[in-house]
Every structure is written in structure tokens, then in C-alpha cells.
């Protein structure tokens, strides 16, 4: 069963960074961020597929958000740079087996295994 967890969410001033670590339990291929505020649809910002090393960006967050792998496949960082008051949300990391192709896609209807979501609130 995949399982991912993830860490680091909290509360930081316009301008500043946070890294969020997720950590997935079983085998996946494409572990992808997503956030979601009250009102709005949880919307795909990064996906990173392991094999290969490739990654993807929502427009809303290329240049600032950065996604990486650690030494091991299943622990995946977004570390985001210059945040905005936009960027407050709930965050979750997603782990599913889909082709890059379906993984750059970030779409939330993908067969993803889902973590309980952090917190990222950013203050102005």
C-alpha cells in the first residue's frame, strides 16, 4: 500500500521560503504536490517522476517552487522560494504509478494515494 507523509508546512512572511518533505511509504513513480484553499479545486503545482529525474511546474509557481528527490526514491522536497500571500493553502503530496506523460499532467482525477496535507501560510 502507498502511503505518503508529509512535513514542514508552517507560516512565513511574503518573500520567504519553505521546504516540504514528503516521504512515501510502498512504490511509486510519480509523487506530485498539490494544493487546496478553502472554495478552490486542489490544484497540481510539481510532479516529480524518479526514473529519469524528470520534473514538471504549474505556471503559477515555475522560478520559485523547486521539486527534488533525497538519496532515497521515496522521499520527494518542494522547496518554494519568494512566496506570496497566494501560495497559502493546504499542501499534500500524491504518489501513484502513471507514465510521465500522466504524471506532468498533475491532474487530481489520477489514481494518487494521498497524504493528510500541511499547512503553508504566508503573511504579508
Known amino acids: 500500500q502507498v502511503q505518503p507523509v508529509e512535513t514542514g508546512g508552517g507560516s512565513v512572511q511574503v518573500g520567504g521560503s519553505l521546504n516540504l518533505t514528503c516521504t512515501v511509504t510502498?512504490?511509486?513513480?510519480?509523487i506530485t504536490w498539490f494544493r487546496q484553499t478553502p472554495g478552490k479545486g486542489r490544484e497540481g503545482v510539481a510532479s516529480r517522476y524518479p526514473t529519469g529525474g524528470y520534473a514538471s511546474y504549474a505556471d503559477s509557481v515555475k522560478g520559485r517552487f523547486t521539486v527534488s528527490q533525497g538519496d532515497s526514491r521515496n522521499t520527494v522536497y518542494l522547496q518554494m522560494n519568494d512566496l506570496r500571500p497566494e501560495d497559502t493553502a493546504m499542501y499534500y503530496c500524491?504518489?501513484?504509478?502513471?507514465?510521465?506523460?500522466?504524471?506532468?499532467?498533475?491532474?487530481?482525477?489520477?489514481?494518487?494515494?494521498w497524504g493528510q496535507g500541511t499547512q503553508v501560510t504566508v503573511s504579508s
Open positions: 500524491a504518489a501513484a504509478q502513471l507514465s510521465w506523460v500522466r504524471c506532468s499532467g498533475r491532474r487530481k482525477e489520477e489514481q494518487y494515494s
Open positions: 510502498g512504490f511509486a513513480n510519480c
